[in-house]
């Protein structure tokens, strides 16, 4: 899988007709200068308290890209590979008849997300899994289809695609890699597929494919409660007024970077005016938001909030947020969200944009 985010940049010299930059890009270049990676120039700007603008940084990487200053050649082979994906879609290379005869069993059973489950749900996922070696271009996923296939990445990598609104081409916004959970939604929820996800690296893939009789019944009988819980993480996100753009096969990486919170009424995850290090997503109850006196919205399962702190206002909040009854909500660090986006600068971009707009929007309830 290519990960620029973790590879240093290799830059040319800076001729003197280069365009002028801003504060913030001007901080990311001359880190890039130093050596450092994405990542690593995240980090560095987090310890100083200062704000990361991912758009910018990503339009920073690609105008370097397009005056031909870096180079390493990694981020050719990225930026050449957003451009052939933007084009159509091709038509669809389906699974059908690339089943390999191999146990699932030795895979499945390492695999993060059966850590902590009892024997009896492991072993129910392996008795209904085939091991896949797929092709660039197979589909693992199609956008609008109502597949209820679960896949785990053993090798290879898959591109995760948003259509274009006037159908005339696709977005690449993000790669999956080795222990990427592809799908859950659709197997768990039996929710249609919101984006492509397509191979674009010869990978090694388990797939689970649905069976009613089975899954029905042991997931309302014997599911392991903190599987549980994350079915309805994995539901009130996907669900999300805020997140509803970033499709539901790119949720594991926000689930496993968050922290289950049970509050009571009355609590205050948030005031005004004060600092804040996380952001949050309801999943089940309800709080309020609060400017000054008034209340300006009522949050419940799926919706987001304190982005806005993390993305523009150097951690103040923007308002007062208060559970109305108990309420669980998946609370994300601001260290482990930015760690996240700093490892997905495309995933990233999309974050802010979202954010964006939500504080434009807030800005005009007030």
Same mark, same amino acid.
């Not at 949050?299 to 806005?308: D, K, T």
């Given at each position: 899988m290519i990960r620029i985010e973790i590879q240093p940049l290799s830059?040319?010299?800076? #001729? #003197?007709?280069?365009? *002028? +930059?801003?504060?913030g890009p001007m901080a990311y270049l001359e880190l890039f200068r130093q050596g450092k990676t994405i990542s690593q120039t995240v980090s560095v700007l987090l310890e100083q308290g200062r704000l990361v603008r991912f758009t910018q940084m990503f339009d920073l990487v690609q105008l370097l890209y397009k005056k031909n200053l870096i180079q390493n050649p990694m981020f050719k082979s990225f930026f050449d590979k957003l451009e052939a994906h933007a084009k159509p879609a091709p038509k669809a290379h389906l699974l059908s008849a690339l089943f390999k005869k191999e146990k699932p069993d030795e895979y499945l059973t390492r695999h993060p997300f059966f850590r902590s489950q009892p024997p009896v749900i492991t072993s129910l996922f392996c008795k209904h899994a085939e091991v896949i070696e797929a092709k660039p271009g197979t589909f693992l996923c199609q956008k609008g289809h109502l597949e209820r296939d679960l896949f785990f990445m053993i090798d290879g990598e898959a591109g995760i695609y948003r259509h274009a609104e006037n159908g005339q081409g696709r977005k690449l916004i993000g790669f999956f890699g080795k222990d990427a959970v592809i799908g859950e939604v659709g197997f768990f929820m039996g929710e249609i597929r919101t984006a492509d996800v397509v191979v674009t690296k010869a990978a090694k893939i388990v797939a689970v494919r649905y069976d009613e009789d089975a899954f029905g019944r042991t997931m309302d009988k014997d599911l392991a409660k903190n599987m549980q819980m994350r079915l309805r993480v994995v539901h009130a996100l996907a669900k999300s007024p805020f997140l509803k753009s970033i499709p539901e096969e790119a949720m594991s990486s926000?689930? %496993? *970077?968050?922290?289950?919170?049970?509050?009571k009424e009355f609590d205050v995850l948030c005031k005004e005016g004060e600092q804040g290090d996380s952001c949050f997503v309801v999943? *089940?109850?309800s709080v309020s938001v609060a400017k000054g006196p008034k209340t300006i919205n009522v +949050?419940?399962?799926? =919706?987001? %909030?304190? =982005?806005?702190a993390l993305f523009f206002t150097q951690g103040v909040r923007t308002a007062?947020?208060?559970?109305?009854? =108990?309420?669980?909500?998946l609370e994300i660090k601001a260290k482990d969200f930015y760690g996240l986006l700093s490892e997905n600068l495309l995933l990233a971009a999309e974050f802010e944009k979202l954010a964006l707009a939500r504080s434009e929007k807030l800005k005009q309830s007030a």
């Open positions: 830059l040319k010299p800076i #001729p #003197p007709d280069f365009p *002028s +930059l801003g504060d926000l689930i %496993f *970077s968050g922290k289950l919170r049970d509050v999943i *089940s109850g +949050l419940g399962p799926g =919706e987001a %909030f304190g =982005e806005i007062t947020v208060m559970a109305q009854r =108990e309420t669980t909500v």
